[in-house]
């Protein structure tokens, strides 16, 4: 197999079998499913239409003909949604390790709040004088998310991490700009393990990335940033805790060398559970910083639901926070949709620099994050984050005896391992990584962060139990083992093999994906 230089295969693993090999292709109760659009056809439908009434057709040539849509019958069509959400590995079903995710148990009261038909059922386009409970919501979640991160100002319409850091990085722009300086500072600095979204996001706002190199113990080179800086610098992006796990124990330093060189510091705020209520963004120097609801404050993701990416602002970056926001006069609450509307009406707001997304942000979210804090209180946030790190330590400390974390000392959320331990044996982090799944576990986040050779990222979460822990524990000591008695080899290449599909070609998916069916012909 051919490797990339971070330990990553660039062609696929040739495997023996790729198709199930009983004769359905189901495996046990796991059925196999065909798309709707092979199994269906436009004779059978689920439901008994009467015959059209002759009254006239109004649309004028217009309607449509023959576009062959599948139909099934009702309790096909049921199999199939089914059979499908059975796919689908879920944080309902088992633990998700995934690093930098933060996959945790959404308790199932913020759902409750989240489908109360007050908010769930308002249209975004309802009047302000019927919506005054949902602007109330975002109004208190904004106040406790400026509260926990101790800046002046947040942003509530990013509706992702990776949209959040558009608007910080799109208000740094402005400000740059509202100072004459938006031409000479090009460059943003990013450490070598940042999450690939922060300079993507950095390209998109048209600065070029810098990066900058980690020390040995995982964490940004002070010396090597300092050497960087210089006036065409527009800012830093850094994660703290960093995609490591690690906290950035200089980032008071980064941050005031950062601000003297006349650049902004914008956090990616993504590991925000391992410290909310431990400390405060603010009194780190952060100018911006993204929380994700998705993340921090509960709603898992990953199975395709949406994301929210509220951003904290400074006060030198407050005055071209994006519109819409909610503004409280006397007892009421009420939306600044337009910047005319924030200049006649609210001087201070004259600067912001637009609308970034329809509506007002993802109000799903806001409704289950409130809940999350108004459930945990402050002193349940914090432990939350305690939690979270004494799991990560006890997972690294457990696994240490087989694996080889990447860096010494302590983690903060998570836990990062190299493939060193594999070192020899002919196994390789992809081929641990599909013997989890055979084992029942989601694998954890692997060739991540790009700093590790072989990188396995694991995120317990709180909200895992001692007991779940130990047996996830205790299945990876024992795939440690197996790879290092090295007669298995053949085993692990040939993982997984109780899953409904076997090796994929991962790249080509990534890079060539089929988007379209095309009828067999
Ligand atoms: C998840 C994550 C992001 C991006 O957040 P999305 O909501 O997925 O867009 C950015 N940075 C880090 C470190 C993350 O973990």
Not at 204 to 225: E, Y
Request: charged share 25%; net charge negative.
């Amino acid at each position: 197999m051919s490797m990339n230089n971070q330990g990553r295969p660039t062609t696929p693993e040739e495997t023996a079998a790729t198709a199930s090999s009983t004769f359905t292709g189901n495996k046990a109760l796991q059925i196999e499913e065909a798309l709707s659009f092979e199994i269906g056809d436009v004779e059978r439908t689920g439901v008994d239409l009467p015959e059209p009434n002759g009254a006239p057709d109004r649309l004028g040539g217009l309607n449509r003909n023959g576009i062959g849509l599948p139909g099934l019958t009702e309790p096909e069509t049921m199999r199939h949604f089914v059979r499908l959400s059975q796919k689908n590995y879920a944080i309902d079903m088992g633990p998700f390790p995934l690093g930098s995710c933060t996959m945790k148990h959404n308790p199932r009261l913020n759902e409750k709040v989240a489908r109360m038909p007050g908010f769930g059922d308002l249209h975004p386009l309802a009047p302000e004088s019927a919506a005054q409970g949902a602007l109330e919501v975002i109004d208190r979640l904004a106040y406790w998310l400026t509260e926990l991160t101790g800046m002046p100002a947040v942003a509530m319409s990013p509706k992702a991490g990776a949209h959040g850091e558009l608007c910080g990085m799109v208000a740094i722009k402005s400000a740059l700009e509202a100072r004459g300086d938006v031409d000479k500072r090009t460059r943003v600095l990013a450490p070598e393990s940042a999450h690939g979204t922060n300079p993507a996001t950095a390209v998109q706002c048209g600065f070029k990335v810098d990066s900058i190199p980690a020390d040995d113990t995982g964490r940004v080179d002070l010396a090597a940033m300092k050497e960087k800086l210089g006036d065409d610098v527009a800012g830093i992006m850094v994660t703290n805790p960093n995609t490591c796990g690690l906290f950035e124990r200089d980032i008071r330093e980064i941050a005031d060398a950062v601000h003297e060189a006349g650049g902004y510091f914008y956090c990616d705020g993504a590991n925000f559970n391992a410290i909310a209520g431990k400390v405060k963004p603010g009194d780190l120097g952060v100018d911006a910083m993204h929380i994700n609801l998705h993340k921090t404050f509960s709603t898992p993701h990953g199975g395709g639901g949406p994301g929210a990416g509220p951003t904290v602002l400074s006060e030198a970056l407050a005055p071209f926070a994006p519109v819409p926001f909610v503004v409280r006069e006397g007892d009421k609450y009420k939306l600044i949709e337009t910047r005319r509307a924030a200049k006649a009406e609210d001087g201070e707001a004259a600067q912001s620099f637009g609308r970034l997304t329809a509506f007002h942000g993802q109000m799903g979210m806001f409704t289950r994050a409130l809940s999350y804090m108004m459930s945990h209180g402050v002193d349940g946030v914090k432990q939350a984050a305690e939690d979270a790190v004494l799991n990560a330590n006890y997972v690294l400390t457990r696994l240490k005896a087989e694996m080889s974390p990447a860096f010494d000392g302590y983690c903060m959320h998570e836990a990062l391992f190299d493939d060193s331990f594999l070192k020899d044996t002919g196994v390789e982090t992809i081929d641990f990584a599909k013997a989890m799944i055979d084992e029942g576990y989601h694998p954890m986040t692997m060739y991540f962060p790009l700093v590790v050779h072989g990188a396995m990222l694991i995120e317990p979460t709180e909200s895992e139990s001692k007991r779940e822990l130990d047996l996830f524990c205790d299945a990876l000591l024992s795939l440690a083992k197996r790879a290092k008695s090295g007669d298995e080899v053949d085993a692990f290449k040939a993982a997984p093999v109780y899953a409904p599909r076997r090796r994929l070609d991962e790249t080509a998916a990534a890079r060539k994906p089929v988007l379209r069916w095309t009828p067999a012909s």
